[in-house]
């Protein structure tokens, strides 16, 4: 099929389960309600998705509070009682993070219960996404290791246990989320990519990596506004993504400053073309994604081309997110019928 269609990962949570603890104090038994209420919520966000006709589904990340922490709670050598500020991103924002306080270990499997839940009720392809190593080093202090590159490498070996885990639970894309690319252009050549590749390494199903801007976050907006009127920074890491043996590369397209002919650096690559704009309450119409496929095609052959979000849909509201993920499998269609 010409331009499948698949979601960055992340979708709204229904209402009650965004305040889970103000819904479920009164039972004894929050544990088990929460855990019944996150099933369905994955179930939801399955079938959301399907409706609108969006090919490779996700279980929308409902399970998890925070795309990065969500993975990060499971692991031995990790402080969340003592959470301290830190600069992320270069300081382009600060957040309070858990530390990492001895050596990491898997407590257990991480996501399987999500992932288990999303195979049985989806005949659908499915895509994971866990953190990238770079982004999780970006987003936690450290007070052991006293050296980025292995504590990257030290969590690359703990995704990787766990990425081939989802592969055995019948996921069929694993995808990186590294954000963290658009800022430390040197060290993604360095030691970045290598990282990635460890953290994918074995694995037989298909992988991604996603980079992008980031959300609609006034951290984020602010940021961009200093960038200047073309975004080429992806010009400087493309070249080492095509290197790698990642085969897939989500980034966004739909009102980025990032010139399309960048794409053509990633040689060999299938580029999940972010064609919805997360970024803006604006809903695209069918036509606006067709046309932004149709402008990718130029730089990217037409059966290396997946339609998707330009990242994750977690802040928006829910009403809004469904009409962009209607927007996103019609506008698709439209492009399938034009190229015949």
Not at 269 to 297: L, R, Y
Request: glycine share 6%; proline share 5%.
């Amino acid at each position: 099929m010409l331009f499948p269609t698949t979601i960055a990962g992340s979708l709204p949570k229904p209402e009650w389960l965004a305040e889970p603890n103000k819904l479920w104090a009164p039972w004894k038994s929050a544990g088990a309600e929460l855990a019944r209420a996150k099933r369905d919520a994955t179930v939801l966000a399955l079938k959301l998705p399907e409706d609108a006709g969006v090919d490779i589904v996700t279980e929308g990340e409902q399970s998890r509070q925070h795309f990065v922490h969500g993975f990060l709670e499971k692991i031995e050598g990790i402080d969340f009682a003592h959470k301290v500020e830190m600069g992320i991103r270069k300081d382009r924002y600060k957040a309070m993070v858990p530390q990492v306080v001895a050596p990491l270990r898997l407590k257990g499997r991480v996501h399987a219960d999500e992932a288990r839940v999303a195979r049985t009720h989806t005949a659908r392809k499915l895509k994971f996404t866990l953190p990238g190593p770079m982004t999780i080093i970006d987003t936690i202090a450290d007070q052991y290791y006293g050296d980025r590159v292995k504590m990257a490498f030290a969590f690359a070996e703990l995704l990787n246990e766990e990425a081939k885990a989802l592969q055995a639970d019948g996921v069929d894309v694993i995808q990186f989320d590294e954000p963290a690319f658009n800022v430390y252009m040197d060290e993604v050549s360095d030691w970045g990519i290598k990282a990635l590749e460890r953290a994918a390494e074995g694995l037989t199903c298909a992988t991604a990596v996603h980079i992008c801007y980031g959300y609609g976050i006034k951290a984020n907006t602010d940021w961009k506004e200093t960038l200047g009127s073309e975004w080429r920074q992806y010009e400087e890491i493309f070249p080492a993504i095509a290197n790698s043996p990642i085969q897939q590369v989500a980034i966004e397209c739909r009102n980025s400053r990032v010139p399309l002919e960048l794409l053509g650096l990633l040689t060999g690559k299938i580029v999940q073309a972010g064609v919805i704009d997360v970024a803006s309450d604006t809903v695209e119409t069918a036509e606006d994604v067709a046309k932004v496929i149709d402008d990718v095609s130029k730089f990217v052959p037409k059966s290396d081309i997946v339609a998707t979000t330009n990242c994750g849909m977690a802040p928006m509201h829910r009403d809004i997110a469904e009409a962009k993920l209607m927007a996103l499998g019609a506008g698709a269609k439209l492009a399938r019928q034009r190229v015949g």
